[in-house]
């Protein structure tokens, strides 16, 4: 009997393995088998990983994408409040949120080069702009689910509106609010690498066209790998603090 | 403060159906300062919404509420609603709950937490104040609610069957509790349940109300001491008397849940 525990491990596995019969077998040409091979983009992985620079590119990007996500945190919870508060707003804005979200964050790229120059303002434009949508409706849900009972009893003890909003609706929605923000770091960290691949010269992004120009395959296999890698621990951390408020929150 | 409920009825109407049901009709009553009122009916018969029109969070279609001679018009922290199923704030622990009522009136952090587990000890939770209402009992949810809304400090207190999802000791054990702290402080009541026994356990004066469309149809004082006992002569004959009241309309049926 195999522990299910186990059982990711062994999915990991799988894939590695057929990455590896992969490349045994010439599925990726006479040219790259050995460099796209498992073996040397694993050797090279980490080996980047001993070096400092790379914690310079890795810092950077979480720079990046710490402040997009900030910002959209920002603006999409506040939003998302009212939109969830007052039916009114909500009408008002839906169909420009609907619409707005379904615009590539890339779309807006030279708009963001025009008004913010080439560098990190733009990037950090891009990854807010894509994070920013599913913070808004997220909160925006949880809000509109909050009973109905709890506004009524925190106006009975004689709270604003303000206090309604600030004591009750947000606190009553941090489990969405989270969830919201899970999806965000989805969204952000998929946006952050083309970002990065727009006059930047530096972070993840630019490591892929970097090695690229360098004809680094290798290497180039080993920094997607670092991506997903670090993308897979965010969410892993974001996962167990939504755990733990849902813990904190049942009622 | 007095309250006066005068010739007040509820309609509600259903734009999809196209039909308006008469909850209340023509209501009045009276209670006196420090009284505690229960009032008595079977389920559908409107005493939430009299509750919810006293408490200032419904419109009556007619007629008015004056509490203290002055007319409702909507919910204020003098008049605090109860219940039934305690709508703590499970984000908050026992003691922030207690604390809300405080916060919102600017009552500064130390004075909010000495007096919130002064009431978290008088309704008998005491060691509880930092856990969350997720891990408590109903009974001691209902106890944390009553603590909640002791702290708001209310002249009167309206009460949607607050006890009514709890189990018969339970209930009976916070019915005391209740008792206990009303004794120190005079505030006045409105009390709805359904159950005779309960209101007999409470009540200074108890509205019987009637289904379809909601009406008081008695009134009677009850001016023994509390505690009561169940077992006592007179409390037995008056809740035979007054089953047989309710069991003796014509829609008796409909009065079953009583």
Not at chain 1, 168 to 174: D, F, N
Not at chain 2, 57 to 80: A, K, M
Request: hydrophobic share 45%; net charge positive.
């Amino acid at each position: 009997m195999i522990k299910q525990k186990l059982y990711p491990f062994i999915g990991l596995g799988t894939l590695l393995l057929i990455w590896q019969l992969a490349s045994m077998y010439g599925a990726f040409g006479p040219e790259f088998s050995e460099a796209f091979s498992p073996r040397l983009a694993l050797a090279e992985a980490y080996h980047l990983l001993c070096l400092s620079d790379s914690y310079n590119q890795i810092g950077r990007s979480l720079t990046r994408v710490g402040l997009g996500l900030a910002i959209a945190f920002a603006a999409g919870v506040p939003a998302g409040i009212m939109a969830g508060y007052f039916k009114t707003i909500d009408r008002f804005t839906s169909v420009c949120v609907q619409f707005l979200r379904m615009i590539s964050p890339l779309s807006w790229m030279p708009v963001a080069i025009i008004f913010l120059g080439v560098g990190d303002g733009s990037v950090i434009f891009l990854v807010a702009v894509a994070a920013v949508w599913p913070i808004m409706i997220n909160t925006a849900h949880g809000v509109s689910e909050v009973p109905a009972e709890w506004y009524k009893i925190a106006k009975n003890f004689g709270a604003t509106n303000f206090e309604i909003l600030r004591k009750v609706a947000l606190p009553a929605s941090i489990p969405q609010v989270l969830t919201g923000l899970r999806v965000a770091l989805g969204v952000a960290w998929i946006v952050l690498v083309p970002a990065e691949m727009l006059g930047v010269t530096s972070g993840l992004g630019y490591m892929i066209l970097d090695t690229r120009d360098r004809f680094a395959f290798s290497e180039l296999i080993a920094w997607i790998l670092i991506i997903g890698f670090i993308g897979f621990l965010l969410d892993t951390l974001l996962r167990f603090l939504k755990k733990r408020s849902i813990h904190e929150y049942q009622s | 403060m007095n309250i006066k409920v005068e010739k007040l009825s509820k309609v509600f109407y259903s734009s999809r159906k196209k039909e308006s049901e008469r909850v209340l009709e023509n209501i009045n009553l009276e209670v006196k300062k420090g009284e505690f009122a229960v009032i008595l009916g079977p389920s559908g018969c409107g005493k939430t919404t009299l509750l919810n029109i006293m408490a200032g969070f419904e419109v009556p279609t007619q007629g008015e509420v004056l509490i203290g001679n002055r007319p409702v018009s909507g919910p204020h922290p003098d008049r605090v609603l109860m219940w039934q199923f305690f709508g703590l704030f499970p984000w908050r622990t026992v003691s922030r709950n207690v604390e809300f009522a405080m916060e919102v009136k600017g009552v500064k952090s130390a004075r909010r937490k000495e007096r919130a587990h002064k009431l978290i000890e008088t309704v008998g939770l005491k060691g509880y104040e930092n856990s969350r209402p997720g891990g408590l009992s109903g009974g001691m949810k209902q106890r944390v609610a009553l603590a909640r809304v002791l702290a708001a400090d209310p002249e009167v207190l309206f009460m949607d069957e607050p006890f009514g999802s709890l189990d018969a000791p339970t209930r009976y054990r916070l019915e005391g509790v209740l008792l206990d702290i009303l004794g120190e402080k005079k505030k006045t009541v409105f009390f709805v349940t359904h159950n005779v026994r309960e209101a007999l356990h409470l009540a200074d004066s108890i509205f019987i109300m009637s289904i379809n469309p909601g009406k008081v149809i008695k009134m009677e004082k009850i001016d023994w001491s509390k505690p009561r006992s169940a077992s006592l002569e007179k409390f037995r004959r008056k809740e035979e008397e007054l089953l047989s009241y309710i069991h003796s309309q014509k829609d008796y049926t409909a009065m079953e849940g009583i």
